[in-house]
């Protein structure tokens, strides 16, 4: 039943982004896959597509990233409230660092570029869901630091896609997550 309901939000909720939109090509097959996380009753699924590439009816390969697939679907009670859903950038992932408290759920993905831009959200589960902190950073990178604390590096290179990332230079920043309440 959690299932059928996951899906049935999933199928809701991606017909009401595609609503009208002529731009989806309806002649490529997008596999996608689930990676979920559960926090405080809740549940974040993302939602992604599978492989980079997709195949199209003519033989031609498109991005699947393309077409919008990636998202954050969150729900409490089992499956049967859904509580918020967003579409979120490629290669979303969930950090699995067991430092953070587990009042708060840290989602990274990237925008694409060769040298831009990663993401980094904090959802909040504890008393009540709620986004709390989203940054979009051209080279950079978050770090849990403690049970409610993330250090957000941006690099003060302008361009660096033509150095190695272990020779960039960052500035930090700690974000305290409890004043973000």
């Known amino acids: 039943m959690k299932t059928l309901t996951l899906l049935a939000t999933l199928l809701l909720s991606l017909s009401h982004v595609y609503a009208g939109d002529d731009r989806i090509d309806l002649d490529t097959e997008r596999y996608l896959k689930v990676n979920s996380k559960l926090s405080n009753g ?4 993302l939602i992604e597509p599978k492989d980079f590439y997709a195949p199209r009816t003519d033989g031609t ?4 990233t393309n077409y919008n ?4 679907i969150v729900t409490k009670d089992g499956g049967k409230e859904l509580v918020f859903t967003e579409s979120v950038s ?11 408290s587990t009042d708060y759920v840290l989602l990274r993905s990237m925008t694409g570029g060769g040298s831009c831009c990663d993401e980094v959200a904090v959802y ?3 008393p009540t869901f709620k986004k709390i902190y989203e940054k979009v ?4 990178k978050a770090e849990v630091v403690g049970p409610h604390k993330i250090n957000v590096m941006k690099s003060s290179i302008w361009n660096t896609a033509a150095i190695p990332r272990s ?15």
């Open 69 to 72: 697939d990636s998202r954050l």
């Open 124 to 126: 909040r589960t504890n």
């Open 137 to 140: 950073l051209p080279a950079a």
């Open 42 to 45: 809740y549940r974040f699924d």
């Open 61 to 64: 390969t498109v991005e699947a």
């Open 167 to 181: 020779k960039y230079r960052y500035d930090d920043k700690i974000v305290d997550l409890e004043k973000l309440r």
């Open 90 to 100: 490629y290669q979303p992932s969930f950090d699995n660092n067991e430092v953070l």
